[in-house]
T-cell receptor, first 115, second 116 residues
């Protein structure tokens, strides 16, 4: 299996622009998670989906952030408009089932820089 | 509320020395605990997990962790550090969430530095 795939790996944009991050989970996994990692805040859970349905988006920082999962093999995280404080590494992770002991498989991340 | 505390944002050891990374948790229900490792410019990957079977859990790359309920701890150890162990290590506790599923709460991470 190719693992969790994220694109792009690096994104540099200017403040005010729209940014779209993409994720393809591992085939057969039914839970998908979006995280943001910064030096200041560590690893933060933004939103997670179960069977393509958003379950908890309480970690989404503000209305500028939105996430979708139109089918089991694709998810997007959109920031519109972007701001310099959104600069971070964004990770997508997937897992099978909803059991408490199910490990998460992380993608390589997208490093976002907003100028 | 559940939480994870990793003591020490940085741990420095010499190659061949014992590695000890500390993790304490709080949970209102029996916890499921994990250690993940993150190498530079990569995502997190699972080292080991505790799922209420044996309290001493063995993972990849010679790492192990012991669940101690009385101390609410799940410290990670390795008898002899290798240069390739230099990475960021995250402890996580899995807790019940909305919709009957479980999501992990991650600690802030500990950066392991290995000196030659």
């Amino acid at each position: 299996d190719a693992g969790v795939i994220q694109s792009p790996r690096h994104e540099v944009t200017e403040m005010g622009q729209e940014v779209t991050l993409r994720c393809k989970p591992i085939s057969g996994h039914n839970s998908l998670f979006w995280y943001r990692q910064t030096m200041m805040r560590g690893l933060e859970l933004l939103i997670y989906f179960n069977n393509n349905v958003p379950i908890d988006d309480s970690g989404m920082p503000e209305d500028r952030f939105s996430a979708k999962m139109p089918n089991a093999s694709f998810s997007t995280l959109k920031i519109q408009p972007s701001e310099p404080r959104d600069s971070a590494v964004y990770f997508c992770a997937s897992s099978s089932g909803t059991g408490s002991y199910n490990e998460q498989f992380f993608g390589p991340g997208t490093r976002l820089t907003v100028l | 509320a559940q939480s994870v505390t990793q003591l020490g944002s940085h741990v420095s050891v010499s190659e061949g020395a014992l590695v000890l990374l500390r993790c304490n948790y709080s949970s209102s229900v029996p916890p499921y605990l994990f250690w993940y490792v993150q190498y530079p410019n990569q995502g997190l990957q699972l080292l080991l997990k505790y799922t209420s079977a044996a309290t001493l859990v063995k993972g990849i790359n010679g790492f192990e962790a012991e669940f101690k309920k009385s101390e609410t701890s799940f410290h990670l150890t390795k008898p002899s550090a290798h240069m390739s162990d230099a990475a960021e290590y995250f402890c996580a506790v899995s807790v019940p969430a909305s919709g009957g599923s479980y999501i992990p709460t991650f600690g802030r991470g500990t950066s392991l530095i290995v000196h030659p």
